[in-house]
């Protein structure tokens, strides 16, 4: 059982940068696929970047050339470094790990653990 807690949300003004962490426990941290989604009030769940063991890594449209996922397999961490962020960005933001699943992991339901959430707030 991998068990996921993610921090380093918070507020920031449209152009900002954050960057949120994802330490995981419980599990051979690399052997899984790490991906992160998120969750805009009154939307679906979707799907925002993921990352293999190796350091491939796959984004959304909507985020892609903005935001950079990546993982530090000897500190059990994945990261999800996010630039010139737009109020359209803000969401709770999940992040998951799957093994076995396909690739690349773009619905909520190719991926076997979940974290709590952080919240991302963009201001305009």
């Known amino acids: 059982q991998v068990q996921l807690v993610e921090s380093g949300g918070g507020l920031v003004q449209a152009g900002g940068s954050l960057r949120l962490s994802c330490a995981a426990s419980?599990?051979?941290?690399?052997?899984?696929?790490m991906g992160w989604f998120r969750q805009a009030p009154g939307k679906e769940r979707e799907f925002v970047a993921a990352?293999?063991?190796?350091?491939?890594?796959y984004y959304a449209d909507s985020v892609k050339g903005r935001f950079t996922i990546s993982r530090d397999n000897a500190k059990n961490t994945a990261y999800l470094q996010m630039n010139s962020l737009k109020p359209e960005d803000t969401a709770v933001y999940y992040c998951?790990?799957?093994?076995?699943?396909?690739?690349?992991?773009?619905?909520?339901?190719?991926?076997?653990?979940w974290g709590k959430g952080t919240l991302v707030t963009v201001s305009s």
């Open positions: 998951a790990a799957d093994r076995y699943g396909p690739w690349p992991p773009t619905e909520y339901y190719d991926m076997d653990y």
């Open positions: 419980g599990g051979t941290f690399g052997s899984y696929v």
């Open positions: 990352i293999r063991s190796g350091g491939m890594t």
